[in-house]
């Protein structure tokens, strides 16, 4: 099978990879490019635990074909951190208690920023309407809206 040359950008760096035809950019991105943060999960797009964002709004990439990010910008968790600084939405999760095993974590993470970037001051209804896409087995939600809606409000707890 003919490999496929594809550049994008992936948090920020240009990236030049070749993949075969077909090739999803959850295995793009695990198996080529060495992030790890997109966590395989389901692979049929029913957990919410691979989404990236792809030119700022949320994509499960063992969704979406490797091929169409070409030229765009792809961001993971690995980039949301600012060096060994984590970004206030990681700060916010474990200041609420927000991640317990871990397997939602980046997917949710993912949406979290996606949600804050187009509305810094959302309503609880707009958080959980943000994170529908994801499952979450631990830790019922509720832990993962606050820790949104403190990361919202600048790490202060909102009603």
């Known amino acids: 099978m003919a490999k ?3 550049q994008f950008q ?3 760096r240009d990236v030049a990879i070749f993949v075969d035809g077909g090739t999803n950019l959850l295995v793009a ?3 080529l490019i060495g992030d790890m943060t997109p966590k395989f999960g389901c ?3 029913g957990c919410g635990t691979c989404s990236v964002l792809i030119d700022g709004e949320i994509h499960l990439s063992c969704l979406t074909l490797a091929e169409t990010v ?5 961001e993971t968790l690995d980039g949301i951190k600012d060096g060994p600084n984590l970004h206030p939405l990681q700060r916010a999760f474990a200041d609420n208690f927000a991640a317990q095993c871990g397997y939602c974590t980046p997917g949710m993470l993912m949406a979290a920023k996606a949600l804050l970037d187009r509305n810094p001051q959302p309503s609880r209804a707009e958080v959980v309407e943000a994170i529908s896409g ?3 087995r631990c830790t019922g939600y509720e832990p993962i809206i606050n820790a949104v809606l403190a990361a919202a409000s600048g790490g202060r ?3």
């Open 4 to 6: 496929t040359a594809l």
């Open 70 to 74: 070409a030229g765009r910008s792809v």
């Open 29 to 31: 991105l695990r198996e």
């Open 43 to 45: 692979g049929q797009g």
């Open 157 to 159: 707890a909102r009603a």
């Open 134 to 136: 994801n499952i979450c």
């Open 10 to 12: 992936h948090n920020g």
